[in-house]
């Protein structure tokens, strides 16, 4: 079994800065940051595998980056440039003996 809680969400203003956290039990997983807009499907945000190769949604490339402290079992996301349509519920994903991992989820709300 493998827990995950976020934390790190709140309210934030355009161009504004945000850092998001997640703590994970157990040992190190292939993992990533994943968000749902209201009456949205959840979209993949960004992933990191286990030895630290990272993927973006294009959508951020450039303004948030993920990563990892193994020895903490944590993953961080850190969103710079925040954008109105960044808005959502980011969820925190671990994927271990292929299957999939969520958190509860953490509310980033981005005003204009």
């Known amino acids: 079994q493998v827990r995950l809680v976020e934390s790190g969400g709140g309210l934030a203003q355009a161009w504004g800065s945000l850092r998001l956290s997640c703590a994970a039990s157990g040992s190190i997983f292939d993992m990533g940051w994943y968000r749902q807009a209201p009456g949205k499907q959840r979209e993949l945000v960004a992933t990191?595998?286990?030895?630290?190769?990272?993927n973006y949604a294009d959508s951020v490339k450039g303004r948030f980056t993920i990563s990892r402290d193994n020895a903490k079992s944590m993953v961080y996301l850190q969103m710079n440039s925040l954008k109105p349509e960044d808005t959502a519920v980011y969820y925190c994903?671990?994927?271990?003996?292929?299957?999939?991992?969520w958190g509860k989820g953490t509310l980033v709300t981005v005003s204009s």
């Open positions: 994903n671990a994927v271990f003996g292929g299957i999939n991992y």
């Open positions: 990191i595998t286990s030895g630290g190769r990272t």
